[in-house]
Nanobody, 128 residues
Framework: EVQLKESGGGLVQAGGSLRLSCAAA????????IAWFRQAPGKDREAVACMTVDDGGKYYRRSGKGRFTISADNAKRMVWLQMNTLNVDDTGVYYCAADRRCGVMYEGEYYPTDFASWGQGTQVTVSS
């Protein structure tokens, strides 16, 4: 059973930075993808970024490209999301999710696959 645990959320002022961590366990192989999603109050959950851990492929939502960076240490089964220049629209619960692949990029936007495994989430609040 895949288990995911997020950490690193918190309260930050607009323009600030946060680094989220996702600890993954129970992966059957080294060929998997970890994505970060977020859900703001009253809004649908949306994919923020994804990384295929074995080959280092990265996918970003257009709104986060240039501000967010996803990285991983496959040996440690850790994935991070560095978020810079945060704004109030980045507020939400951030989840990491795991599956075999990330999905696709189409016309500069990231479209995720249906991820099978999810963490409990970590709250990110950006104040103005």
């Amino acid at each position: 059973e895949v288990q995911l645990k997020e950490s690193g959320g918190g309260l930050v002022q607009a323009g600030g930075s946060l680094r989220l961590s996702c600890a993954a366990a129970g992966m059957a192989s080294d060929h998997f993808a970890i994505a970060w999603f977020r859900q703001a109050p009253g809004k649908d959950r949306e994919a923020v970024a994804c990384m295929t851990v074995d080959d280092g492929g990265k996918y970003y939502r257009r709104s986060g490209k240039g501000r967010f960076t996803i990285s991983a240490d496959n040996a440690k089964r850790m994935v991070w999301l560095q978020m810079n220049t945060l704004n109030v629209d980045d507020t939400g619960v951030y989840y990491c999710a795991a599956d075999r692949r990330c999905g696709v990029m189409y016309e500069g936007e990231y479209y995720p696959t249906d991820f099978a495994s999810w963490g409990q989430g970590t709250q990110v609040t950006v104040s103005s």
